[in-house]
């Protein structure tokens, strides 16, 4: 991929007041070596370039005049209505300094036992940490379902591999996906109101036949 630059305004409008006046997201950028900023971006510009970015990609921050500094998206608040994006953090990276940092998982291939409807597939995870120099850090890290071939199989973190100079932090015991049985269609429950119904239905009958035995009386 190639070089990606994020161009954001300066921001010193705080909270609430901010999101009512401007249809720009506000964020922060720290770092270990970096005095807080806070910023703010059109929401169009920052969801297509999470998007094509994610949280592990390393990107250039360009604040006004400024010069760039090189940052990782660190999360992306969203409106739990909307789903737009509210608010975001980025962190500052110190090039030639190995930090800690999620990546997420790239499920590829479909197991042959879920092809034939034997066995379900189980995803437990979708990130796991690693730890590396900035530049090296992986997009994501590819997981090859075609390993699995039978129910109750797992493929854990240690069965992971990266490319590069990138050590895996997860536990490597953690589970990462798994084969399962399929839960079998459960009989639908009669309702209470079909009990009700059922009961007046005996009730009535029972009483017809009453009626009819004293009418031939």
Do not use: C, W
């Not at 900023?37 to 297509?48: E, G, I, Y």
């Not at 990782?72 to 940092?101: C, N, W």
């Amino acid at each position: 991929m190639d070089d990606v630059t994020l161009s954001v305004s300066a921001r010193s409008t705080k909270g609430s007041k901010f999101r009512q006046t401007s249809q720009d997201v506000p964020g922060v950028v720290y770092g270990k070596d970096q005095e807080p900023l806070t910023v703010s971006v059109p929401v169009n510009v920052l969801k297509k370039t999470f998007n094509l970015v994610g949280g592990s990609k390393v990107i250039d921050l360009k604040i006004e005049e400024q010069e760039p500094i090189k940052v990782l998206f660190q999360d992306v608040q969203h409106d739990p209505v909307s789903g737009e994006p509210i608010h975001f953090d980025m962190y500052a990276v110190t090039l030639g300094q190995k930090m800690r940092t999620e990546v997420p998982l790239h499920f590829e291939g479909e197991p042959a036992p879920v092809a034939t409807g034997e066995a379900v597939l189980v995803t437990i995870k979708d990130m796991i940490e690693v730890e590396a120099n900035p530049l090296d850090l992986p997009e994501n890290i590819t997981v090859n379902l075609e390993s699995l071939t039978e129910i109750g199989q797992t493929i854990s973190v240690g069965d992971l591999s990266v490319a590069g100079d990138v050590e895996i932090i997860s536990d490597a015991d953690e589970a990462v996906a798994k084969l399962d049985v399929p839960r079998a269609e459960e009989e639908p429950e009669e309702t209470d109101g079909e009990e009700e119904a059922g009961d007046e239905s005996e009730e009535g009958e029972s009483s017809s036949e009453d009626e009819s035995t004293d009418s031939s009386d």
